[in-house]
């Protein structure tokens, strides 16, 4: 997957509605925020997952708490807690998609 694909597919898992693609000038990523009320019609940027911790770090909590999902996201990661905790926002969002069975080769 691209950088570009992964963003999507991470956003849409943490609930981002009508993405879509804009080339100009570079190819990015827009959506509706999930928390968006009936007021707020326009799109936003899509979080810069493979680039900002802190965007990983939200899209994380969807793996829930004390579930499968969090030793299959290590496993993914390295397997170790050393490896789970310094990986980087792009290892992470591989992780996360492979995780959820998002992953596309």
């Known amino acids: 997957m691209n950088d570009l694909e992964q963003e999507i597919a991470i956003a849409k898992?943490?609930?981002?509605?009508h993405t879509k693609t804009v080339n100009n000038?570079?190819?990015?990523?827009y959506?509706?925020?999930p928390i968006h009320t009936a007021d707020v019609k326009w799109d936003l940027p899509l979080?810069?997952?493979?680039?900002?911790?802190?965007?990983m770090h939200e899209a994380e909590k969807r793996l829930g708490d004390g579930t499968y999902l969090w030793d299959r996201y290590c496993d993914f990661l390295g397997g170790s807690l050393y490896h789970c905790a310094h990986a980087t926002a792009a290892k992470?969002?591989?992780?996360f998609l492979k995780?959820?069975?998002?992953?596309?080769?």
């Open 92 to 95: 992470r969002a591989e992780a």
């Open 25 to 29: 000038p570079e190819p990015s990523a």
């Open 13 to 17: 898992a943490c609930g981002w509605e």
């Open 47 to 55: 979080p810069d997952y493979l680039n900002d911790l802190n965007a």
């Open 99 to 105: 995780t959820l069975y998002l992953w596309k080769p």
């Open 31 to 33: 959506g509706r925020h």
